[in-house]
Nanobody, 117 residues
C-alpha cells in the first residue's frame, strides 16, 4: 500500500523558514518522480515543485522555486523534503507530497503551513 506522510507544517512569522518532510512507503521510492503541491484557502491545488528519481543513496536537489522553495529527496531513507525560506503570508496553504504511479496519483494527508505577517 502506497503511503505518504507529511510533517513539519507550523504557524510561522513572515520571513521565517520551515522544512517540510514526507515519508514514503509501499512503493519503490527511488524509481519515481516526486512532487510537492499546495492548496491555499479558497484556491485550487497547485504544483509547487517536482524532483526526478536519482541514483540510490544520493541526495538530489531540485531547482529552487522562485528562489525560496527548494525540493530535495533522500532515496536511502525514502524521504522527500521541501525547504521554504523567506516565507510570505501568501505561502499559507495545506502542503501535500505526491507520486504518480500510473494509472493513479497518490497523495499524503497534508501538512498545514500558516504564515502571519
Amino acid at each position: 500500500e502506497v503511503q505518504l506522510v507529511e510533517s513539519g507544517g507550523a504557524l510561522v512569522q513572515a520571513g521565517g523558514s520551515l522544512r517540510l518532510s514526507c515519508a514514503a512507503s509501499g512503493f519503490s521510492f527511488r524509481t519515481y518522480t516526486m512532487s510537492w503541491h499546495r492548496q491555499g484557502p479558497g484556491k485550487e491545488r497547485e504544483l509547487v515543485a517536482t524532483i526526478a528519481a536519482a541514483v540510490p543513496g544520493q541526495l538530489r536537489h531540485g531547482n529552487p522555486v522562485s528562489g525560496r522553495l527548494t525540493i530535495s529527496r533522500e532515496n536511502a531513507r525514502n524521504m522527500l523534503f521541501l525547504q521554504m525560506n523567506s516565507l510570505k503570508p501568501e505561502d499559507t496553504a495545506e502542503y501535500y507530497c505526491s507520486v504518480r504511479i500510473p494509472p493513479a496519483r497518490f497523495w499524503g494527508q497534508g501538512t498545514q503551513v500558516t504564515v502571519h505577517a
